[in-house]
């Protein structure tokens, strides 16, 4: 048969397993009409056509009540393996065994005429042969025409025991093989001379490579086990030398110790690579430092918490508020990293005071601010507390950066700022710009301290929100350290956007700023403060959405 034909009309097809039942039924009657002829002749057959019509009958119904029982007929047979056969056999043995006990009931008890017992052990015989041979025949017809002759490479498996048949079993199942198995080599004594698969074990000596030459074999796969065997006697520089390759497979304790084998993660789930970041950069100026992070109990804080400590700083700095999830992540990080200081502060990023306490005491070099507010939806009730962890937090936290000298302070902002259509939104729209119009005075000042912000994605009308995981945007965060200037805003592109997968530098660009004024802003936010816990949030909202209706329409980057 021709192999396109194959591949193209029935490799792909499966045999449904109705039709392995009727095919199976078929059997049944096949093997109780030859039963009956060994036995008895056809005339007698003839003569007793009713009791062999009731025989056939109650043959048919044990039997498909064993087969639904033992799931004979729901395998594809391509692949049928022992397990498949074993069902077979225990499923004929107790149907045959409950009509054999039925048939000697029946005569005992005079209850009428019945066939020979031999009859039916003979029919379970022929069964048995029959619809195992047929599961037999299909799996070597389908590795026959599977093989690809025309382009095949004879092979011998050196390792006999375990893996080397293994390897050869797996080799005969796959569709793309292109190796033909023509023999084993063993260092074992007993084994020589034997046949396993249809092949001869051969002795590792001097005759091996005669061996080699007579059947026409180039290549060797070593089982992983006896790959060190070979290269600690020298076959396999003699194997090289003629002319001879030599390949290995991945042991199959790779698969169980937490290798192939595993957990799915989020991660499986995305329709692209993982991002890839340079961590040499990002190192380059993480090693030795003293780092802040703000909301570190947090989803994003955490993250970054843990990427950071890897990295080798002289010291994290943890703020938040909350004092619990802070705590688990001290516990974390010195059962991980025992050697790693780590100053734990619970503290509310609004207090001016005891933030500026803690810059003074400790001193940092790096500053990360993840604290913030983010439930849309209770925001809404709440836009007064918006205000003042949003929008002041970052305001605190960024103008101590820039009072202790901190060489890069980065702002983890949200798409949400982008348009914002809702006071979580607004919130941080508006501590985006507090940023950008003090990173101008700062520079007007000609202070060392870079202020920018990192925004998680981008979203446009005609463009989804993009799919990213937490660990791969805090990366980009961490590498985004590397190009930031002072008042730009951060976003990473969308894939949904980008037809390629590109590299993390690609990911990340910059977004359309504000020339803000840092006075005008600071009065605007001023206003907004005074008051902000007495009035109603629609209210607060509405402030907002004007603030940045104006900076937008007046300060904004054409």
């Known amino acids: 048969m021709n192999l396109k034909i194959y591949y193209k009309n029935l490799s792909s097809r499966i045999a449904s397993k109705w039709t392995i039942l009727a095919i199976d039924i078929c059997l049944i009657m096949i093997s109780m009409l030859l039963a009956c002829i060994l036995q008895l002749g056809v005339s007698s057959i003839i003569y007793k056509m009713s009791l062999y019509v009731w ?47 039925g048939n000697f009931c029946w005569s005992a008890f005079g209850l009428g005429e019945t066939l020979p017992s031999g009859i039916i052990f003979i029919a379970y015989i ?17 590795e026959v025409l599977s093989f690809d002759i025309r382009h095949c490479v004879n092979v011998f498996i050196y390792g006999f025991r375990g893996t080397g048949v293994n390897i050869a079993k797996s080799m005969r199942v796959s569709r793309n093989n ?42 060797i796969i070593a089982s992983p086990d006896k790959l060190v065997d070979l290269e600690q006697s020298g076959i396999v520089a003699q194997m090289l030398a003629q002319d001879i390759h030599v390949m290995t497979v991945p042991p199959l304790s790779d698969c169980l110790d937490d290798g192939i084998i595993k957990d799915i993660h989020i991660e499986d789930w995305l329709r692209r690579e993982p991002i890839q970041v340079d961590i040499r950069k990002i190192a380059a100026y993480v090693e030795g430092h003293r780092i802040l992070i703000t909301g570190a109990a947090g989803t994003v804080g955490r993250e970054i918490v843990r990427q950071l400590a890897a990295l080798n700083p002289y010291q994290l700095i943890l ?40 810059f003074r005491e400790c001193m940092p070099q790096l500053v990360f601010h993840a604290a913030a507010y ?39 902002s949200t798409d949400h700022a982008f348009c914002p259509v809702h006071a979580m939104g607004y919130s941080k729209c508006l501590a985006e710009m507090y940023v950008q119009g003090l990173s101008r005075k700062v520079v007007q000042e000609n202070s060392l301290t870079k202020l920018f912000v990192v925004r998680f994605s981008d979203v446009y009308p005609d463009a989804p929100r993009s799919l990213m995981t937490v660990s791969e945007a805090c990366q980009l965060i961490l590498e985004t350290g590397n190009l930031g200037e002072n008042g730009e805003i951060y976003v990473f592109e969308d894939d949904a956007v980008e037809d390629t997968l590109p590299t993390s ?32 949030s629609a209210v607060i909202i509405n402030k907002m959405k004007k603030i940045i209706s104006y900076f937008s329409e007046s300060c904004a980057d054409a």
């Open 55 to 101: 025989m056939i009958f109650f043959s048919l119904f044990c039997n498909l009540c064993f087969f639904s029982v033992f799931h004979t007929y729901v395998g594809v047979i391509r692949f049928s393996s022992f397990v498949d056969i074993y069902r077979v056999f225990i499923s004929l043995t107790l149907s045959y065994g409950v009509l054999g006990v």
């Open 126 to 142: 022929l069964n048995f042969i029959f619809m195992a041979c047929l599961r037999i025949l299909v799996k070597m017809l389908h």
């Open 178 to 219: 292109h190796y033909r198995v023509c023999g084993f080599i063993s260092d074992e004594p007993w084994m020589i001379g034997k046949h396993t698969m249809g092949c001869r074990v051969y002795a590792n000596d001097k005759m091996l490579f005669e061996h080699l030459k007579r059947k026409n074999v180039r290549t």
């Open 319 to 358: 703020v938040d508020q909350a004092e619990s999830p802070l705590y688990d992540i001290q516990l974390e990080l010195s059962d991980q990293w025992k050697n790693l200081e780590v100053r734990v502060l619970v503290a509310d990023v609004t207090n001016y005071t005891r933030m500026e306490a803690i």
């Open 374 to 412: 983010k439930h849309v939806a209770m925001l809404e009730d709440y836009a007064s507390e918006a205000i003042q962890v949003n929008i002041l937090g970052t305001k605190t936290v960024a103008d101590l950066s820039v009072k202790y000298k901190i060489k890069k302070c980065m702002i983890i």
């Open 505 to 536: 530098y690609e990911k990340i660009r910059k977004s359309k700023g504000y020339f803000i004024d840092y006075t005008m802003i600071c009065e605007q936010i001023n206003t907004l403060t005074e008051n902000n816990c007495m009035q109603d």
